[in-house]
């Protein structure tokens, strides 16, 4: 990992760009704290770094004055990286099918998220062992938002991720349904109720697929631009009770 630039944002919070390899990344940490605090991975839509930044500086800002690090890195085929020939067609052919106003098919789902899952993933873990190594990050992580086909994947197979906040997704593959019975981990899951690009039942028979003992489904009214400031709030609580240690007890 090899640190590109440095600045300091008001209410205590360092942000630096960083190049994993060929990846960019942004992390943003506590500028003063006694010891390495916990991780939370931001997730985000593949429409490039540059373009999410002002969500994800905003949701990084909330986590370290929650007292954790947090930290995003492109995705595959986004923002600077290499154009992906694949992915582009899976994405034109989604546009040509919502635009005629039929169903979605699973040719097309598969398409355009499972290649992304396969590629996305294995960097996310990458960007972890990069991460932890840090001084100021202890662990342990969490992921939260982003396609959740990819929260999917990481809560199988990263034991690092202890907790993960998703945004409820009807574009999801079957077998991404199948691989979200293994998920185990406490998950809050927040659905906006009137979310146009959003098959609401195809959301809610993932959220009965998941595994998970803990699972929490946090459904408010609005559409996909309508989330109540309250839902970051209750997120917010969420990783706290999972990621940050119990306060003492006296006696």
């Known amino acids: 990992m090899r640190f590109t630039t440095e600045r300091h944002l008001d209410g205590g919070v360092v942000e630096r760009e960083f190049a994993l390899g060929e990846i960019p990344g942004v992390l943003w940490t506590p500028a003063s704290a006694s010891a390495p605090v916990p991780l939370i991975l931001l997730g985000h839509p593949p429409l490039g770094l540059h373009r999410m930044y002002p969500r ?21 085929g986004s923002g600077d990286r290499p154009r992906w020939a694949a992915a582009e067609q899976a994405r034109a ?6 635009a005629a106003g039929g169903p979605v098919s699973d040719e097309i789902v598969d398409a355009l998220v499972l290649p992304l899952v396969d590629r996305a993933v294995p960097e996310l873990r990458s960007a972890l062992d990069a991460l932890l190594a840090l001084p100021e990050i202890g662990g342990p992580v969490g992921y939260s938002g982003g396609l959740i086909s990819v929260g999917i994947r990481l809560a199988v197979v990263e034991p690092r991720i202890v907790a993960a906040g998703l945004f409820a997704g009807s574009l999801v593959p079957r077998v991404m349904v199948e691989e979200a019975r293994q998920v185990t981990i406490p998950l809050h899951v927040l659905l906006q109720w009137d979310d146009e690009g959003n098959d609401r039942q195809a959301a809610l028979d993932l959220f009965d697929a998941f595994g998970s003992p803990e699972k929490t489904l946090h459904a408010n009214m609005g559409g996909h631009t309508g989330v109540p400031q309250s839902a970051g709030q209750d997120a917010a609580g969420f990783f706290a009770r999972h990621l940050l240690p119990s306060p003492a007890v006296p006696g």
């Open 56 to 76: 994800l500086a905003a949701r990084a800002r909330h986590a370290v004055a929650d007292g954790f690090a947090a930290a995003a890195i492109e995705l595959p």
């Open 93 to 98: 052919d989604l546009r040509r099918a919502m």
